[in-house]
């Protein structure tokens, strides 16, 4: 998976935005195995885009201790 | 006219390189990145901290018995090279979640008390099945009360509201 910070100005509530499925290690998006790969990650499973059509975004909240 | 021309194929080739770049969709917010022994023991952090991933979730358990092998390693390393680090635990809510979580859960644990995260999240991977939600739901109440009573703080769940989400996170 590949994750996208953001944050509700209002809130300040930290976001980590991402397909609501999938992981490097059972099946990301071609995009995502892309910029994993050129991240310098290596196996990042590819799954097909099927897999996640029709699924909402859903976003990570967490905070920094 | 030539110059409109050139113009123009050279936007459409700017467009067009826009739309085939990997990534495009993934520009313009700090990026993070999920790893796990799958990856291997020897990610190279500083090169993903050089291409740009600022945080990463590092795997520390799965299911109800499985340790990341390479976990306290991605943690370390990745931390060294300034990413921010967190956990996450893959669980398998849609299989086994009905029944009794905790265990799962509670044998585990270390590493949210462990200090290795900086935040911590509850990976929601499972089969790709659909989940019934009150299994999900028994998660998530197990969860919670168990990362409570063993950190002292609360849990923030968040969920599609149709299948399980890919994360919860705590803090």
Same mark, same amino acid.
């Given at each position: 998976?590949?994750?996208?910070?953001?944050?509700?100005?209002?809130?300040?509530? #930290?976001?980590?935005?991402?397909?609501?499925?999938?992981?490097?290690?059972? #099946?990301?998006?071609?995009?995502?195995?892309?910029?994993?790969?050129?991240? #310098?990650?290596?196996?990042?499973?590819?799954?097909?885009?099927?897999?996640?059509?029709?699924?909402?975004?859903? #976003?990570?909240?967490?905070?920094?201790? | 006219?030539?110059?409109?021309?050139?113009?123009? /194929?050279? *936007?459409?080739?700017?467009? *067009?390189? *826009?739309?085939?770049? &990997?990534?495009?969709?993934?520009?313009?917010?700090? *990026?993070?990145? @999920?790893?796990?022994? =799958?990856?291997?023991?020897? $990610?190279?952090? /500083?090169?993903?901290? @050089?291409?740009?991933?600022?945080?990463?979730?590092?795997?520390?358990?799965?299911?109800?018995?499985? $340790? @990341?092998?390479?976990?306290?390693? +991605?943690?370390? +390393?990745?931390?060294?090279?300034?990413? =921010?680090?967190?956990?996450?635990?893959? &669980? =398998? &809510? @849609?299989?086994?979640?009905?029944?009794? &979580?905790?265990?799962?859960?509670?044998?585990?644990? =270390?590493?949210?008390?462990?200090?290795?995260?900086?935040?911590?999240?509850l990976?929601?991977?499972?089969?790709?099945?659909?989940?019934?939600?009150?299994?999900?739901? +028994?998660?998530? +109440?197990?969860?919670?009360?168990?990362?409570?009573?063993?950190?002292?703080?609360?849990? /923030?769940p968040h969920?599609?509201?149709?299948?399980?989400?890919?994360h919860w996170a705590?803090?």
């Amino acid at each position: 998976m590949v994750y996208q910070y953001a944050m509700r100005p209002r809130t300040g509530i #930290g976001f980590a935005l991402g397909q609501p499925y999938g992981s490097s290690e059972n #099946g990301d998006t071609g995009d995502e195995v892309a910029t994993s790969q050129a991240a #310098g990650l290596s196996n990042v499973q590819f799954r097909k885009e099927s897999f996640f059509m029709g699924e909402p975004i859903v #976003g990570t909240m967490f905070s920094a201790n | 006219m030539k110059t409109s021309v050139k113009f123009t /194929t050279a *936007l459409a080739a700017a467009a *067009l390189a *826009l739309i085939l770049a &990997p990534g495009r969709a993934l520009a313009g917010r700090p *990026l993070g990145v @999920d790893v796990s022994s =799958y990856q291997g023991g020897s $990610i190279n952090w /500083t090169s993903v901290k @050089d291409y740009g991933i600022v945080f990463a979730w590092a795997k520390a358990t799965e299911g109800t018995g499985v $340790i @990341d092998g390479d976990f306290t390693k +991605n943690e370390n +390393n990745g931390k060294a090279a300034g990413v =921010y680090m967190g956990a996450y635990h893959f &669980p =398998y &809510p @849609d299989v086994f979640a009905q029944g009794s &979580p905790s265990g799962s859960i509670v044998n585990h644990i =270390y590493w949210t008390t462990s200090g290795w995260s900086s935040w911590s999240s509850l990976g929601a991977v499972g089969t790709g099945a659909p989940v019934v939600c009150s299994y999900v739901s +028994n998660y998530l +109440n197990v969860f919670a009360t168990e990362r409570t009573m063993l950190c002292g703080r609360n849990i /923030t769940p968040h969920q599609d509201g149709r299948r399980t989400g890919h994360h919860w996170a705590v803090r």
